[in-house]
């Protein structure tokens, strides 16, 4: 069960590392901020730190792209033991990110909701696989 949650929690990392890193890619090589089918408002940018979408998509790419990978790497390793702990951490990254775009902004635009929702299925897999090293820790100091 152990071994299982690790994967999925793994899994789950790649899939975001490689949507933060595609996402990442629309944002720089947009022109105009169009990288969904409708370009994203100008006030998004005129209320961030920032002039362009350029550095928001390397942030993306950098933090949460190679973030999540290096929080995959780990979950796949033969000693799992702390794989939890870098996904929970990129988890409340990117939840602590949404909060500092809603505080920036003062908007909740319509992909924050799928947003925070991905952002809580990964602290809560990163909860269970910590849950599920913990119980079995406590288990083998039971029995030997």
Not at 47 to 66: C, E, H, T, Y
Not at 86 to 107: D, K, P, R, W
């Amino acid at each position: 069960m152990r071994k299982t949650s690790t994967t999925v929690l793994g899994i789950y990392d790649v899939f975001l590392a490689m949507g933060a890193i595609w996402l990442g890619v629309q944002m720089i090589t947009s022109s105009n901020g169009t990288f969904f089918a409708d370009p994203y408002p100008d006030s998004w940018v005129s209320n961030l730190p920032f002039n362009s979408w350029i550095m928001p998509g390397i942030l993306a790419i950098v933090l949460f792209g190679f973030g999540n990978l290096i929080a995959a790497v780990l979950s796949f390793k033969k000693e799992q033991k702390s794989s939890w702990y870098a996904s929970a951490v990129m988890g409340t990254i990117f939840l602590f990110g949404l909060a500092f775009q809603y505080i920036a902004v003062g908007e909740m635009y319509m992909v924050t909701g799928p947003f925070l929702i991905i952002g809580m299925v990964q602290l809560c897999l990163s909860g269970y696989v910590f849950w599920s090293y913990r119980k079995g820790h406590n288990l083998n100091r039971r029995y030997h």
